[in-house]
């Protein structure tokens, strides 16, 4: 150990900025480490587990997954999945799901919005978007937190995958539509 300390000694004589330039940089990598990662995980991918529909409408279908919900601060983490009846163009791409990260305070009732993923009909990422998680008041068509919160039992089975989801909120679309058609 002496003789290692001593050659790192000689080396620092001869190299003293180096080592200066190196903590400089470490410290420079440390900070833009710390600000960037959480964007990393902000983005979630297509979920391919099982998920719970929670809404319907005429352009779409809205599903919680139901596994790794993750609590932190009182607030619970939930990917939530929108499937796009027909796919719209943004920037270009044809966007046929939305997979997007909340935060979501039961107490309060209220949404964080952490970042979103925007897919093809084949699952490509096409487009992503990152939100400054501001707390904001459930619309209308946010019934995750009715879901998840306050115990709303939802009348559509499970699915596993996304591509099950499409499929399932457009049978269910369907089958609202041809009630509504025969006015029952």
Same mark, same amino acid.
């Given at each position: 150990?002496?003789?290692?300390?001593?050659?790192?000694?000689?080396?620092?004589?001869?190299?003293?900025? =180096?080592?200066?330039?190196?903590? #400089?940089? *470490?410290? !420079? +990598?440390?900070?833009? %480490?710390?600000?960037?990662?959480?964007?990393?995980?902000?983005?979630?991918?297509?979920?391919?587990?099982?998920?719970?529909?929670?809404?319907?409408?005429?352009?779409?279908?809205?599903?919680?997954?139901?596994?790794?919900?993750?609590?932190?601060?009182?607030?619970?983490?939930?990917?939530?999945? =929108?499937?796009?009846?027909?796919? #719209?163009? *943004?920037? !270009? +791409?044809?966007?046929? %799901?939305?997979?997007?990260?909340?935060?979501?305070?039961?107490?309060?009732?209220?949404?964080?919005?952490?970042?979103?993923?925007?897919?093809?009909?084949?699952?490509?990422?096409?487009?992503?978007?990152?939100?400054?998680?501001?707390?904001?008041?459930?619309?209308?068509?946010?019934?995750?937190?009715?879901?998840?919160?306050?115990?709303?039992?939802?009348?559509?089975?499970?699915?596993?995958?996304?591509?099950?989801?499409?499929?399932?909120?457009?049978?269910?679309?369907?089958?609202?539509?041809?009630?509504?058609?025969?006015?029952?």
């Amino acid at each position: 150990m002496k003789e290692w300390i001593s050659r790192f000694s000689e080396w620092y004589a001869r190299h003293p900025r =180096l080592l200066s330039i190196g903590v #400089f940089l *470490a410290i !420079g +990598a440390y900070a833009v %480490f710390s600000n960037f990662w959480p964007l990393f995980f902000a983005i979630p991918p297509l979920p391919t587990g099982k998920m719970q529909m929670v809404s319907l409408a005429l352009d779409g279908a809205r599903f919680v997954v139901t596994e790794d919900h993750t609590e932190k601060d009182g607030k619970l983490r939930a990917d939530i999945l =929108l499937t796009f009846e027909k796919p #719209f163009k *943004a920037e !270009g +791409a044809a966007i046929s %799901f939305e997979a997007k990260r909340e935060w979501i305070d039961c107490a309060k009732s209220r949404i964080e919005l952490e970042g979103a993923g925007f897919y093809d009909e084949h699952g490509e990422k096409v487009l992503t978007r990152y939100f400054d998680r501001k707390p904001e008041a459930p619309e209308l068509g946010d019934l995750e937190v009715e879901y998840l919160c306050h115990g709303r039992k939802p009348d559509a089975p499970a699915v596993i995958g996304y591509h099950s989801a499409m499929q399932q909120g457009r049978t269910l679309r369907s089958d609202l539509e041809t009630r509504v058609h025969l006015g029952q």
